[in-house]
């Protein structure tokens, strides 16, 4: 996508502990009226729909606050199922900072939003990270994934490009809310890298030295 299609206005999907990154690739159960509404309009036109996470996992509030930074993605794929939910699949484009929220008649929410703070994410060259670099952050990944019961195949991650990798660990990583935001703000790969390391040694902290707070 070209910067001048980037569309200023666009429905977003508020998801906790949900973040997706540009250039990866995420399924989507969508079966709240109100998204299935939004999805019906983003095919009849662009495509495009925002994710971004609230800033509390709290259901109780009907409109709760949001981050400041989330991703655009665009559908490739959509299917209905025979009970009226729709599986789509949602391709990452570009990191976008929130400017206002749009009074609107939909039911769904819409941001106005700025993309300049991310344009590099628009660019296809791979970032170029050493595997050396990456083996001791992988090595305690595994482990707090093996130790929260997330089942991963890393010989399949193994295959893709080392920005593929990282992005696709962050998303799937059992980091909290904030942590996850905290990865997809992270500027580029090389940050994102050290900000995993970074929460990585609070983790393995807690499950080396039994300091987890019961």
Not at 103 to 122: C, F
Not at 127 to 148: A, G, R, V
Not at 155 to 166: M, P, R
């Amino acid at each position: 996508m070209k910067k001048e299609d980037l569309p200023i206005n666009i429905p977003v999907f508020p998801l906790s502990n949900f973040i997706i990154f540009p250039k990866t690739t995420v399924p989507l159960n969508i079966f709240e009226p109100r998204y299935i509404d939004m999805i019906n309009d983003s095919m009849k036109s662009n495509k495009i729909i925002g994710m971004i996470q609230p800033q509390s996992s709290s259901y109780q509030k009907v409109q709760p606050e949001l981050h400041k930074v989330g991703c655009i993605g665009k559908i490739t794929s959509f299917r209905e199922t025979d009970d009226g939910r729709y599986l789509i699949e949602l391709k990452g484009v570009i990191r976008f900072k929130s400017v206002e929220e749009l009074d609107t008649l939909t039911k769904y929410r819409i941001l106005h939003v700025d993309y300049s703070d991310y344009i590099q994410d628009l660019d296809n060259k791979k970032e170029d990270l050493k595997f050396s670099d990456l083996e001791l952050i992988f090595k305690d990944l595994k482990s707090l994934f093996e130790k929260k019961g997330f089942i991963i195949n890393w010989k399949a991650l193994e295959k893709q490009s080392l920005d593929e990798t990282i992005n696709a660990l962050s998303m799937a990583s059992p980091f909290s809310l904030e942590e996850k935001q905290v990865l997809l703000e992270a500027q580029n790969l090389d940050i994102r890298k050290n900000k995993i390391a970074e929460i990585l040694k609070t983790y393995t902290h807690d499950i080396y030295e039994n300091n987890t707070i019961q």
